[in-house]
Nanobody
Framework: QVKLVESGGGLVQPGGSLRLSCAAS????????MGWYHQAPGKQRELVAR???????NYADSVKGRFTISRDDAKNTVYLQMNSLKPEDTAVYYC?????????WGQGTQVTVSS
């Protein structure tokens, strides 16, 4: 089993920055992809960014050039640096890790972008 714990959410003004962290514990051998999703009220959960074991990254078009996903394998942690935040980025952000057909989720952290 894999346990994921997110941190770093909060309230920020438009144009501001936040860094989300997701620490993994448990049986993390074989994790092939780590990512961040977000879900706004009344909307479906959507992929924000993903980093593969190879280091290749994918981003949603809406965050390209503003968000950066990275990982620290020694700490079993994945990060999401969010810059130039917009009100439309407001959502609950979930950490996700995949191992073959298995998908693990964190509990989510709220990000609110508002003046």
């Amino acid at each position: 089993q894999v346990k994921l714990v997110e941190s770093g959410g909060g309230l920020v003004q438009p144009g501001g920055s936040l860094r989300l962290s997701c620490a993994a514990s448990g049986s993390i051998f074989g994790i092939n992809a780590m990512g961040w999703y977000h879900q706004a009220p009344g909307k479906q959960r959507e992929l924000v960014a993903r980093i593969w074991r190879s280091g290749i990254t994918n981003y949603a078009d809406s965050v390209k050039g503003r968000f950066t996903i990275s990982r620290d394998d020694a700490k079993n942690t994945v990060y999401l640096q969010m810059n130039s935040l917009k009100p439309e980025d407001t959502a609950v952000y979930y950490c996700n890790m995949e191992r073959g057909p298995q998908s693990y989720w964190g509990q989510g952290t709220q990000v609110t972008v508002s003046s």
